[in-house]
């Protein structure tokens, strides 16, 4: 048996995509190595994708003063760098499309979301995506929206493979289905091929629990009935996995019956389910939650960085897709029980992912905008390093870590580049965690926003963080730079042992109305604990036992929940 957990999952007839493009990747080998040591199997892409590869690097600054030089517009220039990225992708892949029948190989390319309510403009738009990028190995992705259902109809009955993206409910599921089908039929009517046409059902996963989960824990706080907290608590977490897999039944029944089968007889393909939003955004939950419950056959797992380094170190593989089916039934049914109305959270995940993509767009256009003048006004070539005796030395170590590939070997943090003894070994690797922080803070970017509504929901007025040293800075560099945002609680840092500076703060606050926020790397810094034992008793004062209300912590074991499957919820949740 592989060692690598990501190698087993094909053999139960899951392919593992990667949700992630950019520049580098792909010139400097890494997607080549996912491919060849992790059988990786396909790759998707998005606006907010694009926006952190162009926007975050400068990767693209090259062809970029190119194009600006042929006087290209902006909108010209992301096509083209997306274009490329996307060529240069599928031709990797191009021997596994090769390799599995044109099965799998696929990268994702979406059409503008700006277009996501307009069925005329999607379908023009996938044309010329598809045009363009002239692969067979690509997708166009279009979201299951009213107005995208008609589109995806139209784009597979001209041969066209569709990435359906941003399907949450079962009934937009069946839609989907549906218009695949249809496509498929009328392109069978008219005399045409129907193999060679691939297509894949994106269901998003964890964005709906963390939507579900802030409901139930608003009632879990508001409850002083003992059974009915338990009757809540039970559901936490449960929602996600409980309708991707009951969308699955959903998919056999429509792809292995007879009407399908038709279409099926002439080399017609199913329309795997692809689980994206596969990230744990929970603390609380495992990292590798997400991917470990959904894994079966005929399916595909769009993985985000984070998760699929956390997945290839200690990812458990076993068929788990269709385990515990009638509790999944059970969940659902309990959760509308409770009063959850799913079509209403279902439906506004699909409204907020349509409006966050279309915010990457405009965000990414503003940077190769903001680029595209930087660029033309000269200012970045005036820049330059003089080296004077130490150019030769730094030459001949850039060319060390070339060779040596320091670069890749940081990133798979490889602690062999340091030290080779183990004790140094799990130290440095513990150590490199920053390296997919971004990836992690973004994964959890939901949360986090759902998180602040709440506290503003709450009523807190006020947030005083409890830190020292460098667990305070940082906040304190946000709260300056940023300053607060309207109709949203005032932050407060407080890293002073000084008991008249602790009194101040005291007293700018209402004790009721202010989430007090531990924060210690360690989870034993004397000072901040000591602030938290003294507000707490303040607190306790005016709220008795509900005084954990105000307090949330974090630690930094919250970092290793993926090795404690059984934690319990560590930052964002009052303290206990």
């Not at 692969?135 to 066209?160: D, F, H, L, W, Y």
């Not at 602040?452 to 730079?481: A, N, Q, W």
């Amino acid at each position: 048996m592989s060692n690598n957990p990501l190698l087993e999952i094909p053999t139960l007839g899951q392919s593992i995509w990667y949700d992630n493009i950019r520049r580098a990747l792909i010139e400097n080998g890494d997607l080549a190595r996912k491919i060849n040591d992790d059988g990786l199997r396909g790759v998707t892409s998005n606006p907010a994708i694009f926006e952190k590869a162009i926007a975050g690097s400068a990767d693209y600054d090259e062809q970029m003063r190119r194009l600006i030089a042929e006087g290209k517009s902006a909108q010209e220039i992301l096509d083209a760098m997306v274009i490329e990225d996307i060529q240069k992708t599928a031709d990797l892949f191009a021997p596994v499309f090769a390799r599995t029948s044109g099965a799998d190989g696929f990268v994702s390319v979406e059409v503008s979301p700006i277009l996501a309510n307009d069925t005329a403009s999607t379908i023009a738009e996938a044309r010329r995506l598809w045009k363009l990028v002239d692969r067979k190995n690509v997708m166009i992705k279009i979201p299951a929206t009213p107005a995208g259902i008609p589109a995806i109809e139209q784009a597979i009955s001209e041969g066209i493979n569709i990435n359906v993206t941003l399907i949450f409910a079962q009934g937009f599921y069946d839609q989907v289905a549906e218009a695949y089908i249809r496509g498929l039929e009328r392109r069978a009517a008219g005399g045409l091929p129907v193999d060679g046409i691939a297509s894949v059902a994106s269901v998003f996963v964890s964005r709906m629990d963390t939507a579900i989960d802030n409901q139930l824990e608003f009632r879990i706080r508001r409850s002083n009935d003992d059974e009915e907290k338990a009757r809540l608590s039970a559901l936490l977490g449960k929602s996600a996995v409980a309708n991707a897999r009951l969308i699955y039944q959903r998919f056999k029944e429509i792809f292995h019956g007879n009407r399908f089968g038709e279409l099926a007889k002439k080399g017609a393909l199913v329309q795997r389910p692809l689980w994206a939003s596969t990230g744990t955004k929970n603390p609380a939950y495992k990292d590798t939650y997400y991917v470990e419950e959904l894994i079966g056959p005929e399916t595909v797992d769009t993985v985000p960085p984070a998760t699929y380094t956390a997945f290839r170190d200690h990812g458990i593989v076993g068929l788990t897709l269709e385990e515990n089916l009638d509790q999944a039934r059970a969940a659902i049914k309990q959760l509308a029980d409770v009063g959850v109305d799913l079509a209403q959270v279902t439906q506004q995940l699909q409204d907020e992912g349509v409006k966050a993509f279309i915010d990457s767009f405009h965000t990414l256009m503003e940077t190769i905008e903001a680029k595209q003048a930087s660029i033309i006004s000269g200012v970045l070539e005036r820049q330059a390093a003089s080296l004077g005796s130490y150019a030769g030395a730094v030459k001949d170590t850039l060319a060390r870590a070339e060779k040596e590939q320091w670069i890749r070997r940081i990133w798979n943090k490889d602690a062999t580049l340091w030290k080779d003894d183990e004790s140094h070994k799990n130290i440095i690797a513990n150590a490199l965690g920053w390296l997919t922080v971004v990836d992690q803070l973004v994964d959890s970017a939901t949360e986090l926003s759902a998180f602040s509504e709440r506290i503003r929901g709450d009523g807190f007025k006020d947030v005083m963080l409890l830190g020292m040293g460098g667990s305070s800075l940082c906040p304190e560099v946000f709260r300056r730079t940023f300053g607060r945002r309207e109709g949203f609680p005032q932050l407060h840092v407080l890293d002073s042992t000084d008991p008249a500076t602790v009194t101040s703060f005291e007293e700018r606050v209402s004790l009721s109305h202010t989430l007090f926020i531990v924060a210690s790397k360690s989870g034993t810094t004397t000072e901040p604990l000591m602030f938290y034992k003294y507000f707490f008793n303040r607190v306790r004062e005016i709220k008795g036992d509900r005084a954990g209300e105000n307090f949330a912590r974090f630690l930094e074991w919250c970092r290793q929940r993926s090795r404690d499957s059984t934690s319990r919820r560590c930052s964002l949740a009052p303290s206990e």
